[in-house]
C-alpha cells in the first residue's frame, strides 16, 4: 500500500514541476517576442516619422484626446499622492523632531519617483486602453486592411501621431500632477496641521535640486513612448472580434504597466551612476 502511495505523489511532484518550467519557459519566450516586436515597431515609427509627412489635424486630435481629456484624472492623482504622502511623513518625521524637513522630502519623493511613475501608470490605464480598443475595433472591422489598399500606411497614419502625442505630453501632465501634489501637501499641512508656512516652503525649495526634476521629465517621455508602443501593438494584433478587443485592451494596459515598473528601475539605477558623475567633487 505504501508502494502504491508513493508513486502518484512523485507523479504529481515531476508533473507540478514541469508545469512550472514549462510555464515560465512559455513566458520568457512571450516576453522576448512582445520585446522584439515592440523594438521593430518603435524602428517602424522612427522610419515613419523621417519618410511621410505628419497630418496636423490628426496629431492635434490625439493630443486632445491624450493631453487635455486626461487633465481631471491627473490633477486628481497628483493631489491624493501629496496629500497622502505628507500626512504619512509628517507623523513619520515627528517621531524624530524633523517635521520641517516633510515638505523637502515630499517634492523629492514627487519630482523624482512618485509623479512620473504613478502618472505614467494612470495614463497606461485611461490612455492605453483606449488606443488600444480604438486600433482593436479598426483591426477586426478590416478598416486597417482598407488604408493598406488605399496606399496609406497604418503606422504613419496611426501609431506615429499617438507616439507623438504620448512623448510630448507626458512630461507636461506629470509636471501638472507634480505641482498639484505639492502644493496639496503644503496646503495641508500648513492650514491642517499647523506647520509654520515659510519654512515650509523655504525648506523644500533649499533640499531639491534640478536633477530630480530633470530625470523625473526624461522618465515620463519613455514611460510615454512605452505606453503608445505597446497600446498600438496591441490594437494592432487583435484577433477575435468584440473578444479579441477586450483581450487587447487588457494586454496593452498590463503590459505598458509592467514595462513602466521596470524601466522605472532601470533608469533609477542610471541616473543614480550618472549623478555620482555630475555632483562628483
Known sequence: ????????????????????????????????????????????VMLALWRSPQRRR??????????????????????????????QLLVTLQAFKGESMTGAMVNFALFSQLGPTLTGLMLAGRVGSSIAAELGTMKVTEQIDALRTMGTDPIAYLVVPRFLACVALLPFLTA???????????WLLTYGYGLPSASYWQRALDFNSWWEIVTGLIKTCVFGGII??????????????????????????????????????VMTLLFQVAASWVFSP
Open 1 to 44: 500500500m505504501e508502494k502504491h502511495r508513493s508513486i502518484p505523489a512523485s507523479v504529481a511532484q515531476q508533473f507540478l514541476r514541469y508545469n512550472l518550467i514549462s510555464s515560465f519557459g512559455r513566458g520568457t519566450l512571450h516576453f522576448l517576442h512582445a520585446t522584439g516586436a515592440i523594438g521593430i515597431l518603435f524602428l517602424q
Open 58 to 87: 490628426t496629431l492635434v486630435l490625439q493630443m486632445y484626446a491624450i493631453g487635455f481629456q486626461s487633465l481631471p484624472v491627473v490633477v486628481l492623482t497628483g493631489l491624493a499622492i501629496g496629500m497622502v504622502l505628507g500626512v
Open 176 to 186: 501638472i500632477a507634480c505641482f498639484a501634489g505639492v502644493f496639496g501637501s503644503g
Open 228 to 265: 503608445a508602443l505597446v497600446a498600438c501593438r496591441a490594437g494592432l494584433n487583435t484577433r477575435g472580434g468584440a473578444t479579441g478587443v477586450g483581450r487587447s485592451c487588457t494586454e496593452g494596459v498590463v503590459s505598458a504597466s509592467i514595462l513602466i515598473l521596470l524601466s522605472n528601475f
